[in-house]
């Protein structure tokens, strides 16, 4: 039995099953979701074990011999991911359970558990083309879940996403179509080795298709200049599956960690190191917007959304540097604001539910004020990155791991400024929703309205464990920093990945 | 031959990415489909261009055969573009009977990021 297609076999046999055995059966579909998550996250805690003996292991899809068939290749980065995915699932469809927001509209765990094949699929995947199929599994899945339970404003939104995103995969198509033309292989471990052997004079096309898919992937991960849809698809998105989508901007991040550093590396001779040089003002820009956002931003939703970008531009600086040393950073913080976008989100829809809208403004204290504000606090600490929680430690240790000379003034200052930014921002809104709040006056309820119902330990749950995870990131960053630091040595030492997949004694 | 499928690529993306400006949701379904038929075009053309060859090896050797791998690609690109299409003329209509329009843009009548209604 070869566990490396279970994480994505498993959400793919079980999605048409609630989909269509168990549609009228919430009750049903609820169980099974929640079981085969709770599942896949124990298939890739032994994945995660497996994988951190540090050998690469390969699934070859129906034996066919690579570069020829589809390869699906487990590494500690590939192992990691779908671990961070898995717990990320259990949080949101525990928390989309037990709020009640999966019976808002139908095929939610279906749709869920598609949107959990792709993304699995993208992260284990070592075939490029392969990349954009699952790609397009978990958009589709996506694009079903972004316009859960309907509305006018959700649907514009959801509208809006979809086109975007169809632009986005053409452009993928276009990448695919030029790399194919000039080095004839789409092999992620074939690719490193042709790409490898280009002299620079004759690298025009692989340039072409190594910028293309660049900018594919940035629209994913939200970077500037393609970062426009993130805030007001996440600001429309039900709470839960904007939770969800927090990793759904890290696949774009990985898939430029995996392709831009295997295949296009800033060693390539071909490539010469063009990757970085644009990536690196992209982060910083997409920091600076992230902000801006957040401080101008006048409802909770898109502030939380506005976050998102500015996170992800810290995660991008780290990645552009393309070391080592600041890809572990850049690691470290993928997790951390993956989780900590994820609390973001939930605490977020706690809230809203209670206060009825999501406009900043002071209204009447609703029930459990201290609870929400205590949660909020901790979700924004988290997100602006201030200790206790990992946040700060993964800033830290970006910019610790940022060396060059060249860099270092823009990164300090962008990734400084940018938490400044959110800091503010986020005490804003915090004071806004549950301190001047206190000193509205509570009006009398029309006739036969109920005021919304305390939350129940069940809904608090996934918010506070995402907020407690945080904490154990924190105090466990030795241990995976550790892991990570094996992770990025494992990245960049490429021959490992190439003869595992390729066979050995073929490498290149 | 070159110069009719590369032209071709050329007009259908043109078109496509001028559909798509319009931002009315029926144009840019329009020009999303003509430019997925630009890039089904381009893969298949990525393989190079061989005129009445089968795409397999046959016989004595690789004298004569046009490469297999982007007619495979291809076929799946054209599965999912469908899919797609058929998935975004859905969410536009539900958009539409919702609104009323069919307008893009998110900021033309309601500011969806602020939850005022724009001055503009």
Known sequence: ?508 | MEIVIASSIATLTAGGVYLILRLRAFAVILGLALLSYAVNLFIFSSGGLTVDEPPILHGDGIAGYTDPLPQALVLTAIVISFGMTAVLVMVSLGAYLERGNDKLDIHEDEDALSGEPDAQ
């Open chain 1, 1 to 508: 039995m070869n566990w490396i297609i279970a994480p994505v076999l498993l959400p793919a046999l079980l999605a048409p099953l609630i989909g269509y055995v168990m549609r009228h059966d919430i009750t049903l579909a609820r169980i099974a979701s929640v079981a085969g998550t709770l599942l896949l996250a124990g298939i890739a805690t032994g994945l995660l074990i497996s994988a951190s003996s540090g050998e690469t292991e390969v699934y070859f899809l129906g034996d066919w011999a690579a570069p020829f068939g589809i390869v699906l290749v487990l590494d500690r980065l590939s192992a990691m991911m779908v671990f961070l995915t898995a717990v990320l699932a259990v949080l949101v469809v525990i928390h989309a359970v037990a709020t009640g927001w999966d019976n808002k509209g139908r095929h939610f765990h279906a749709l869920f558990q598609f949107q959990l094949m792709g993304i699995c699929g993208a992260f284990l995947t070592g075939d490029a083309f392969n990349l954009f199929v699952f790609f397009e599994v978990l958009l589709i899945a996506s694009y079903g879940l972004m316009i859960h339970s309907g509305g006018k404003e959700r649907l514009q939104a959801g509208l809006q996403y979809v086109v975007m995103n169809l632009a986005g995969s053409t452009l993928f198509l276009f990448a695919l179509g030029t790399l194919y033309a000039s080095v004839g292989t789409l092999n992620i471990a074939d690719l490193a080795v042709r790409v490898a052997e280009i002299p620079p004079e004759e690298a025009g096309l692989v340039r072409v298709a190594a910028m293309l898919l660049m900018v594919v992937f940035a629209i994913k991960a939200a970077l500037f200049p393609l970062q426009f849809w993130l805030p007001a698809s996440y600001a429309n998105a039900p709470a839960p599956v904007a939770a969800l989508f927090a990793i759904m901007t890290k696949v774009g991040a990985y898939a430029i960690i995996r392709i831009h550093t295997v295949v296009f590396g800033p060693d390539m001779p071909a490539l010469d190191g063009m990757i970085g040089d644009w990536l690196f003002p992209a982060a910083i820009v997409t920091i600076a917007l992230g902000g801006i956002g957040v401080l101008g931003a006048r409802r909770l939703m898109p502030l939380a959304g506005f976050s998102v970008v500015g996170s992800m531009g810290t995660l991008m600086v780290a990645v552009a540097v393309f070391t080592p040393e600041a890809t572990t950073a850049a690691l470290y913080y993928l997790v951390h604001s993956t989780l900590a976008a994820a609390a973001l989100f939930l605490v977020a829809d706690l809230v809203i539910t209670r206060r009825g809208t999501d406009n900043l403004q002071a209204m009447p204290v609703t029930v459990q004020n201290g609870l929400f504000s205590a949660l909020f606090f901790g979700a924004a600490i988290a997100v602006a990155g201030m200790p206790p929680l990992s946040g700060f430690l993964g800033k830290l240790l970006i910019l610790d791991t940022i060396r060059q000379p060249d860099l270092i003034v823009w990164a300090w200052v962008a990734v400084l400024t940018g938490s400044l930014l959110t800091i503010v921002g986020f005490a804003r809104a915090g004071s806004m929703l549950f301190w001047k709040s206190t000193a509205e006056p509570v009006p009398d309820l029309p006739e036969g309205t109920v005021p919304p119902p305390a939350a129940r330990a069940m809904e608090v749950m996934p918010a506070l464990t995402a907020l407690l995870l945080l904490g154990l990131l924190a105090v466990l960053a030795g241990p995976t920093t550790n892991y990570l630091e094996a992770t990025s040595v494992q990245l960049f030492e490429r021959s490992d990945y190439i003869g595992a997949v390729l066979g050995t004694g073929e490498e290149g």
